[in-house]
């Protein structure tokens, strides 16, 4: 999911070089949409925190880690803003909801791997070991 936008960007290129059809009558509702869309992904991360840290433990104990499925929804949100803006494109709106959408997924996915850069990016190795190897 880091990578998205990265992939994202020839294909923002191509789609900016074709033309598309006018907005059309019902897309400012399209727009609305969008704009929630985006910010239930942005700000839904902050309320899952809010909801259940201080039940960390409680979950742990259930065999679920808290970090991993917040840093989870985090960058998986983080995506909406940049494919919304794509979807809006896609309707005939100005490629700058594009732009907007793709400067607000980097700078969104770059707060949740700071945040969360303990658990993303650990010192240890996570792989299983081998048998036979030492």
Same mark, same amino acid.
């Given at each position: 999911?880091?990578?998205?936008?990265?992939?994202?960007?020839?294909?923002?290129? =191509?789609?900016?070089?074709?033309?598309?059809?006018?907005?059309?009558?019902?897309?400012?509702?399209?727009?609305?949409?969008?704009?929630?869309?985006?910010?239930?992904?942005?700000?839904?991360?902050?309320?899952?925190?809010?909801?259940?840290?201080?039940?960390?433990?409680?979950?742990?104990?259930?065999?679920?880690?808290?970090?991993?499925?917040?840093?989870?929804?985090?960058?998986?949100?983080?995506?909406?803003?940049? =494919?919304?803006?794509?979807?809006?494109?896609?309707?005939?709106?100005?490629?700058?909801?594009?732009?907007?959408?793709?400067?607000?997924?980097?700078?969104?996915?770059?707060?949740?791997?700071?945040?969360?850069?303990?658990?993303?990016?650990?010192?240890?190795?996570?792989?299983?070991?081998?048998?036979?190897?030492?």
């Amino acid at each position: 999911m880091l990578f998205l936008p990265l992939l994202h960007i020839p294909i923002a290129l =191509l789609y900016g070089i074709a033309k598309f059809p006018s907005v059309t009558g019902w897309s400012t509702l399209a727009r609305v949409v969008a704009v929630l869309v985006s910010a239930y992904g942005l700000i839904g991360p902050f309320l899952f925190y809010l909801a259940l840290h201080k039940s960390t433990e409680r979950l742990r104990t259930r065999g679920i880690d808290f970090h991993a499925l917040l840093s989870l929804l985090a960058i998986a949100g983080s995506i909406f803003p940049m =494919l919304c803006g794509f979807g809006l494109t896609l309707l005939g709106y100005r490629l700058a909801y594009e732009h907007a959408g793709f400067l607000l997924s980097i700078m969104a996915m770059g707060y949740w791997s700071w945040r969360q850069r303990a658990f993303l990016f650990k010192p240890e190795s996570q792989a299983l070991p081998i048998e036979g190897r030492e």
